[in-house]
């Protein structure tokens, strides 16, 4: 399969037309309507500062069923003792550097460059992308983000600088998405981490007829607040 270079135009060629790594297209731009026309057709950008702009759509695609969450004995005790605070949307751009950091420290360098951030934090402005927040003693420890597109929640990136808190904070976050009834958390690449919570591999096809139900609630925004939760110390 060709991979397609994007017009000015913020469309996208079919996701069935994805070479058989995932890669669908390259160039465009992070505009707030371009990857919003992405994420509804079931794509997303990956790449690094060395090369342009990458769009995916892999087949398999990796997805966990909110309620269908796997937590061990250990994790269910911390989240229950109270040794982190969650919160949503307490503040996003810490999550998105604490992200950037994390992967900073590999050898693989970040994929969350300066113009990507800058591209989910305006998302996140226009109430697509949303944050979910570990704290201990008022700092800041662990993380996650991604964007929700109708009843989809496509997970970008997480963080911990604590042991647990990114864990804590993902169970949290998937816990609030089952009760605001989403269908799904798009996964996007297998990992054994994402495997021990509960996420298993579906064909692009089916990933993309999940998307189609689930964007039919599009129009219907949910709580992004957690009931429990209180306002984030600075």
């Known amino acids: 399969?060709?991979?397609?270079?994007?017009?000015?135009?913020?469309?996208?060629?079919?996701p069935h037309l994805a070479e058989p790594g995932g890669l669908l297209a390259v160039g465009g731009d992070l505009s707030l309507e371009r990857l919003l026309a992405a994420y509804r057709r079931g794509i997303f950008p990956w790449y690094d500062a060395e090369s342009p702009i990458l769009w995916w759509s892999p087949d398999p695609r990796p997805i966990l069923i909110p309620g269908h969450v796997r937590v061990s004995r250990r994790l269910e005790r911390t989240l229950r003792s109270g040794k982190f605070r969650v919160t949503l949307d307490a503040d996003f751009g810490g999550v998105i550097a604490g992200c950037a950091g994390m992967q900073r420290a590999s050898d693989n360098g970040t994929w969350i460059v300066p113009e990507m951030a800058e591209a989910y934090e305006r998302l996140h402005v226009a109430g697509y992308a949303h944050s979910v927040e570990a704290?201990?003693?008022?700092?800041?420890?662990?993380?996650?983000?991604?964007?929700?597109?109708?009843k989809a929640f496509f997970g970008e990136s997480m963080f911990h600088r604590v042991t647990d808190a990114s864990?804590?904070?993902?169970?949290?976050?998937?816990?609030?998405?089952?009760?605001?009834?989403?269908?799904?958390?798009?996964?996007?690449?297998?990992?054994?981490?994402?495997?021990?919570?509960g996420a298993v591999e579906v064909t692009r096809n089916e990933f993309l007829k999940r998307l189609e139900v689930a964007?039919?609630?599009?129009?219907?925004?949910g709580a992004w607040e957690l009931d429990a939760a209180e306002p984030a110390a600075n």
């Open 1 to 14: 399969m060709p991979v397609f270079a994007l017009i000015d135009e913020p469309v996208f060629p079919s």
């Open 135 to 150: 704290w201990q003693d008022g700092k800041l420890v662990g993380g996650a983000y991604g964007v929700a597109i109708g």
């Open 167 to 197: 864990k804590v904070a993902f169970v949290t976050l998937a816990r609030h998405l089952d009760a605001q009834g989403f269908h799904f958390i798009d996964c996007q690449q297998t990992t054994g981490h994402l495997c021990r919570f």
């Open 215 to 221: 964007r039919e609630e599009e129009g219907e925004v």
